[in-house]
């Protein structure tokens, strides 16, 4: 399996709703990655999971959680978003975290909008 | 921040043409990669390069890992309608995993 799954497709919610987007791979990567991505613009890395460990958080507002219950799964959990925080968001994973495996497959991404 | 600067931001080419794009940083990299991103989907890996000087192809794809370790150019041979679609170089400025993007290049190929 060389896919990375990400559900849901689309997201509408609203700033007092609590929702989570999951993100999965069956590659037997150890690094797995939230970015956001609004229109025309590239991805910006959001968090690093090294080994089911928090290894990076770009500075993201707490209304984004993270969790990362194996090596397989990967959540980001919103709670009170704000409607510029509508993007998409995509889920990616490679070998490791580090210079040896700089490789990152994405998935097709959660279409997230905020009312 | 760093950033890589890509060129150039959009193109609009005839059916058959080949295309050719480049990405700079400020620093080193030890690795660039080339990804494309259709609309609403995430980007797919196309190219990864490792070596200074290293010309990689996949299909009518050529990626090239520059001398100075600091720049990378993505050619595409006898376009197609299905190469439409933004290109984006990336590279790692550190150990971290972490990867950073350039601005992408959009391309449109008229049939």
């Known amino acids: 399996d060389t896919e990375v799954t990400q559900t849901p497709k689309h997201l509408v919610m609203g700033m007092t709703n609590k929702k989570s987007l999951k993100c999965e791979q069956h590659?037997?990567?150890?690094?797995m990655y939230w970015y956001k991505q609004k229109a025309k613009k590239p991805p910006e890395l959001m968090f690093v999971?090294?080994?089911?460990?928090?290894?990076i958080n770009e500075s993201v507002p707490s209304r984004f959680s993270p969790e990362c219950p194996n090596s397989s799964l990967l959540n980001l959990h919103l709670h009170a978003l704000q409607p510029e925080d509508s993007a998409l968001y995509l889920c990616?994973?490679?070998?490791?975290?580090?210079?040896?495996?700089?490789?990152?497959?994405f998935g097709p991404g959660t279409r997230l909008t905020v009312l | 921040g760093q950033q890589l600067n890509q060129s150039p931001q959009s193109m609009f080419i005839q059916e058959g043409e080949d295309v050719s794009m480049n990405c700079t940083s400020s620093?080193?990299?030890?690795?660039w990669l080339w990804y494309k991103q259709d609309p609403g989907e995430g980007p797919v890996l196309l190219i990864a390069?490792?070596?200074?000087?290293e010309l990689t192809s996949n299909g009518r794809l050529t990626a090239q890992f520059g001398i100075t370790r600091k720049d990378s150019f993505l050619n595409i041979s006898a376009s197609i309608p299905s190469d439409v679609g933004i290109y984006f170089c990336?590279?790692?400025?550190?150990?971290?995993?972490?990867?950073?993007f350039g601005q992408g290049t959009t391309l449109q190929v008229k049939p």
């Open positions: 390069l490792y070596k200074a000087g």
């Open positions: 990616a994973s490679s070998k490791g975290a580090s210079s040896s495996y700089n490789e990152q497959f």
């Open positions: 620093s080193i990299f030890n690795t």
């Open positions: 990336a590279g790692p400025p550190g150990n971290t995993g972490k990867l950073i």
């Open positions: 999971y090294s080994y089911e460990k928090l290894s």
């Open positions: 590659m037997g990567h150890r690094a």
